[in-house]
């Protein structure tokens, strides 16, 4: 005890020194207007510059969770104008408007997102595979379609309580169904390797209509991918290797080495349209 006190006595100077240099500044800007014009402006502006960087900081740090939000929200609006597309052409003039459903549900089927983040990826290979943070405790069953904002990613091919393993497009096992939009025209999307921005749609009749720059998209021919999910673009129109169809170079809209928040389909149906084409 008698040595606190004596530490005490020892830096009571600094003690007293502090609190006269506090008292002396307290009353410097208090009773002169222009050193206390001077003091505020100084403090707010040191004041704006800590909140712009408690801001940034606090966006940083929300930056995820938005971008996951966003990459969701976007997938429900491509459906949603799938939707769309489809019903306003069979609308009478004076009907009810169509208004699809903000929701997670995607309108118009039994289709519900489950958010996942890409743990690990790979695009240089042949047969490229992805790891997403979500498994089967969170309702994950192989052969679940996997998309992003701005398209499809791949189908999952095995699961574990809390991850998932996907087959990605950028894979030569990989085969999606998809179609021109717009047209009843279908083939199905490979990737032959080389170049992760570029697909192949093949069995493209050489009547069909077809120009640079034209949208492809699932074309809902099997229950891993809703219709009107995404693609790409056509790039180049090339004959096929037999000369009775056209081969369609495409310009893939999902960057796979630029990814990291995805969607996993669950399609509430599956179970039965698999037993019932088993049949």
Same mark, same amino acid.
């Given at each position: 005890?008698?040595?606190?006190?004596?530490?005490?006595?020892?830096?009571?100077?600094?003690?007293?020194?502090? %609190?006269?240099?506090?008292?002396?500044? %307290?009353?410097? %800007?208090?009773?002169?207007?222009?050193?206390?014009?001077? @003091?505020?402006?100084?403090?707010?502006?040191?004041?704006?510059?800590?909140?712009? @960087?408690?801001?940034?900081?606090?966006?940083?740090?929300?930056?995820?969770?938005?971008?996951?939000?966003?990459?969701?929200?976007? $997938?429900?609006?491509?459906?949603?104008?799938?939707?769309?597309?489809?019903?306003?052409?069979?609308?009478?003039?004076?009907?009810?408007?169509?208004?699809?459903?903000?929701?997670?549900?995607?309108?118009?089927?039994?289709? =519900?997102?489950?958010?996942?983040?890409? !743990?690990?990826?790979? +695009?240089?290979?042949?047969?490229?595979?992805?790891?997403?943070?979500?498994?089967?405790?969170?309702?994950?069953?192989?052969?679940?379609?996997?998309? =992003?904002?701005?398209?499809? +990613?791949? !189908?999952?091919?095995?699961?574990?309580?809390?991850?998932?393993?996907?087959?990605? $497009?950028?894979?030569?096992?990989? =085969? $999606?169904?998809?179609?021109?939009?717009?047209?009843? *025209?279908?083939?199905?999307?490979?990737?032959?390797?080389?170049?992760?921005?570029?697909?192949?749609?093949?069995?493209?009749?050489?009547?069909?209509? !077809?120009?640079?720059?034209?949208?492809?998209?699932?074309?809902?021919? =099997?229950?891993?991918?809703?219709?009107?999910?995404?693609?790409?673009? +056509?790039?180049?129109?090339?004959?096929?290797?037999?000369?009775? /169809? *056209?081969?369609?170079? !495409?310009?893939?809209?999902?960057?796979?080495?630029?990814?990291?928040?995805?969607?996993?389909?669950?399609?509430?149906?599956? /179970?039965?349209?698999?037993?019932?084409?088993?049949?």
């Amino acid at each position: 005890m008698h040595d606190f006190i004596d530490r005490i006595i020892a830096y009571v100077h600094w003690v007293l020194f502090l %609190f006269l240099e506090a008292l002396s500044g %307290f009353l410097l %800007f208090q009773y002169n207007h222009y050193q206390g014009s001077i @003091w505020f402006t100084q403090a707010n502006t040191v004041s704006g510059i800590v909140h712009e @960087w408690e801001s940034g900081i606090l966006s940083y740090l929300r930056m995820p969770a938005e971008n996951a939000a966003l990459v969701r929200r976007n $997938i429900i609006l491509q459906h949603n104008l799938n939707v769309l597309r489809h019903t306003v052409p069979t609308q009478p003039s004076q009907g009810e408007a169509f208004s699809p459903s903000p929701s997670g549900e995607l309108e118009g089927c039994c289709l =519900s997102l489950i958010p996942a983040r890409i !743990i690990d990826n790979s +695009v240089r290979k042949r047969d490229n595979m992805l790891v997403i943070d979500v498994g089967s405790e969170d309702g994950v069953a192989p052969e679940m379609g996997v998309v =992003s904002g701005s398209g499809v +990613v791949g !189908i999952v091919s095995g699961v574990t309580p809390h991850h998932a393993l996907v087959m990605s $497009i950028l894979n030569s096992h990989s =085969s $999606i169904s998809c179609r021109l939009r717009g047209t009843e *025209y279908f083939g199905y999307m490979k990737w032959t390797g080389g170049n992760p921005l570029r697909a192949y749609m093949d069995d493209v009749p050489r009547h069909a209509h !077809i120009k640079k720059g034209d949208v492809i998209e699932t074309s809902g021919f =099997s229950n891993v991918f809703p219709a009107g999910i995404f693609l790409g673009k +056509v790039a180049e129109i090339k004959n096929s290797s037999d000369g009775l /169809a *056209y081969e369609l170079e !495409i310009l893939l809209g999902t960057d796979l080495a630029n990814l990291r928040h995805v969607n996993v389909i669950n399609n509430f149906s599956k /179970a039965e349209l698999d037993s019932l084409m088993a049949q």
